[in-house]
């Protein structure tokens, strides 16, 4: 980054300092970053990734900007979905290290002012959990520790069926006949992830101690996995109904052949948010401390999503996660991507003044393959030019891509591609591990896309990112919640402008060329404004002056960012 663009982002945040905004809690506009641990960083040598590894580098964390980082699961799990098949919701899996590890990790972020969340995998545990085991017994206590059924007989065959024709997410029934128990267990992912049964009092106890254990070390909240599945309708005499036909998937075994109005986004699933974000209320006022957090990974309509953040009387999730800039391709507009912003603000930002924006995650396609290399700068100038908290997932920073996988013993899962090793440096295994081997492969173009080599490059992807972040302290951005605090538009039809202002003595206009042919905007403002932040597209330098009442030229693919100081 060039000095005299460092020494602009300072003042803006000093004039931030005295003007901003002092009714933000610090999720409200945070940096939120997920890592994979798997993939971040190697301590030991022997391919994957572990707590020590992420531990060396938070550093890095703390170097771009980031408020908190967000864990994949890390518990202690036979992995056969990688962690989200937890056998014991109270240890660390040795694949990632010890409980003397985490403790070290916590201790690390504090020092550097990071705040720490981990995945919390409520629906489901592993078959191999003790609380399954004990239940397939019958043991007291635990006999409707997870959903439980005899099934149904054919009245034809007189054989016995599952209760209903659910659906499993990952394919085929949701029922599995369990031959020691002589039951069907329930479960809405994979056979080896029963499902636990909330409507058991004692599930939730046990639930809010695993909260209170993690709590009691320090983490500073929650992204809940799994949220819209937890509860399932059930009739009042114990038996399930079959869903209909979604009408636009014709094989039986596919998820989406049925309409899930039994399975997902239950009533009883909203106030379990609520009943959570109790006990978070409750612990932070018996502990003192800044607020604790929680993210709801829920792909559901928004007005569901505005039920799990609160109904006017009870709180729940504050982050009830937006995903609709992951639905953004390469041949998105300007006028698309107004359209999934408008789609979460005009429910969720009018009813709750809330708002944040995912960039990617471990089950999707990375931005540099859903929308090209060429644009991955511009979706993340945009989801941390709007107002709100962003989430990033681990390499989006740098602009990293999927990687072509092959199945192994490791390893043989679709989503593999966009799990590979974090690109560090142009070194033997990108730096990420001293071994011979990594879990899954490198990238071949990791001597490109890497740390080290984008810190020495002014409009590199991890540069327009840091910029971004040091932005998102400013009196202006800071101001969002205030009346006229920002806005949105689509110039034209590949022209996005986000204004964010204190409306006193600081505007930023934000403008991104999603086309790929030149734009010409005629008189925007008659105000004299700063080229702050510019892509690797522009023409222009930081430091360089506009005036807006004359005509704006965008090349292809360019994003820039402007300032007004009075």
Not at 207 to 220: S, T
Not at 274 to 279: H, I, N, Q, T, V
């Amino acid at each position: 980054m060039s000095t005299r663009l460092l020494l602009g982002l300072l003042a803006a945040l000093v004039v931030g300092s005295a003007a901003a905004s002092t009714d933000i809690d610090w999720w409200e506009n945070a940096a939120l970053y997920q890592i994979y641990p798997r993939s971040f960083q190697d301590s030991d040598g022997d391919g994957v990734g572990d707590l020590k590894g992420i531990t060396q580098r938070l550093s890095y964390l703390k170097e771009i900007g980031i408020t908190a980082t967000w864990l994949s699961p890390i518990f202690k799990s036979p992995m056969s979905d990688f962690g989200y098949d937890i056998s014991d919701f109270k240890e660390v899996d040795e694949i990632f290290g010890t409980m003397a590890d985490f403790d070290a990790m916590m201790v690390e972020a504090k020092a550097l002012g990071l705040k720490i969340i981990l995945d919390f995998v409520p629906n489901h545990s592993s078959d191999e959990c003790e609380w399954f085991q004990k239940s397939v017994n019958r043991e007291d206590g635990y006999d409707d520790f997870y959903v439980w059924h005899d099934g149904k007989l054919n009245a034809e065959t007189g054989e016995r069926e599952p209760p209903s024709n659910w659906v499993s997410v990952f394919g085929g029934s949701q029922w599995t006949w369990h031959e020691t128990r002589q039951q069907y267990f329930l479960h809405q992912f994979q056979v080896k992830q029963p499902d636990l049964n909330f409507s058991n009092p004692m599930v939730r106890e046990h639930m809010l101690d695993v909260l209170g254990f993690w709590l009691d070390r320090g983490v500073d909240g929650f992204r809940i996995d799994a949220v819209p599945h937890i509860f399932e309708h059930r009739n009042a005499d114990g038996s399930y109904r079959d869903e209909p036909l979604s009408g636009w998937n014709s094989d039986p075994n596919s998820y989406d052949y049925l309409d899930h109005i039994y399975t997902k986004d239950q009533p009883e699933t909203v106030e379990l948010m609520y009943e959570w974000r109790d006990y978070l209320i409750k612990y932070q006022q018996e502990h003192g401390g800044p607020t604790r957090v929680l993210l709801a990974e829920a792909y559901s309509p928004v007005e569901t999503l505005s039920a799990y953040f609160g109904n006017g009387t009870r709180l729940g999730t504050q982050l009830p996660m937006n995903f609709q800039l992951m639905y953004l391709s390469g041949y998105s507009t300007a006028r698309d991507v107004v359209g999934s912003i408008d789609y979460w603000m005009q429910t969720m930002w009018t009813q709750h003044q809330t708002a944040n924006w995912v960039v990617g995650n471990h089950d999707t396609q990375r931005v540099a393959n859903r929308m090209g290399a060429h644009k991955v700068d511009l979706l993340n100038v945009i989801v941390n030019a709007l107002p709100g908290a962003s989430v990033t997932y681990y390499g989006e920073e740098i602009g990293m891509s999927n990687v072509e996988t092959e199945c192994t013993e490791v390893s043989c899962d679709d989503r593999d591609g966009e799990r590979t090793p974090m690109q560090w440096a142009p070194v033997s295994n990108a730096g990420f591990s001293t071994g011979p081997s990594t879990w899954l492969p490198v990238s071949p173009y990791f001597e490109r896309f890497n740390v080290r080599t984008e810190r020495g490059v002014a409009r590199s992807s991890l540069q327009v990112f840091k910029g971004l972040q040091q932005l998102k302290q400013s009196s202006a951005f800071m101001s969002f919640k205030k009346k006229n605090g920002f806005s949105y538009e689509a110039l034209t039809e590949q022209v996005l402008q986000i204004v964010r202002t204190n409306n006193l003595n600081e505007e930023y206009r934000i403008l991104v060329n999603m086309g790929n042919g030149m734009e010409i905007i005629d008189g925007l403002t008659d105000k004299v404004f700063e080229y702050m932040l510019v892509t690797a597209y522009s023409r222009h330098r930081p430091g360089e002056m506009i005036d807006l009442s004359k005509r704006l030229l965008l090349m292809p693919y360019e994003a820039i960012v402007l300032r007004w100081l009075a």
